[in-house]
């Protein structure tokens, strides 16, 4: 059975950090990406990883506070986000690509994706 289960939100203060996790289980996958989405506005892409680690993609407005990574022996993706900012407040979604890799602005695609986790709140206050 395929799984991916996020942790890692919370309430915070604004500049403060988090590191939202997602651990995947059932299958390998090509890309792992990150959604949110705030009260009445629509899923928005935050940042996205290939499987091999090398490369990464992000929306414009977290470039130089967010960080995605991952750790393939644990099935685990991570990101890290410093500097938040109330905007940041959303239900953060870890996702997965099952079939096929992809690179670049594909990987900010949510259609893309076809496993979805499901979600962590988080509130950054002002």
């Known amino acids: 059975q395929v799984q991916l289960v996020e942790s890692g939100g919370g309430l915070v203060q604004a500049g403060d950090s988090l590191r939202l996790s997602c651990v995947a289980s059932g299958r390998t996958f090509g890309n792992y990406g990150w959604f949110r989405q705030a009260p009445g506005k629509e899923r928005e892409f935050v940042a996205a990883i290939s499987w091999s680690l090398d490369s990464t993609y992000y929306v414009e407005s977290v470039k130089g506070r967010f960080t995605i990574s991952g750790d393939n022996a644990k099935n685990t993706v991570y990101l890290q986000m410093n500097s938040l900012k109330p905007e940041d407040t959303a239900i953060y979604y870890c996702?997965?690509?099952?079939?096929?890799?992809?690179?670049?602005?594909?990987?900010?695609?949510?259609?893309?994706?076809?496993?979805w986790g499901q979600g962590t709140q988080v509130t950054v206050s002002s």
């Open positions: 996702a997965a690509k099952s079939r096929g890799v992809v690179f670049g602005k594909a990987m900010a695609v949510g259609a893309q994706y076809d496993y």
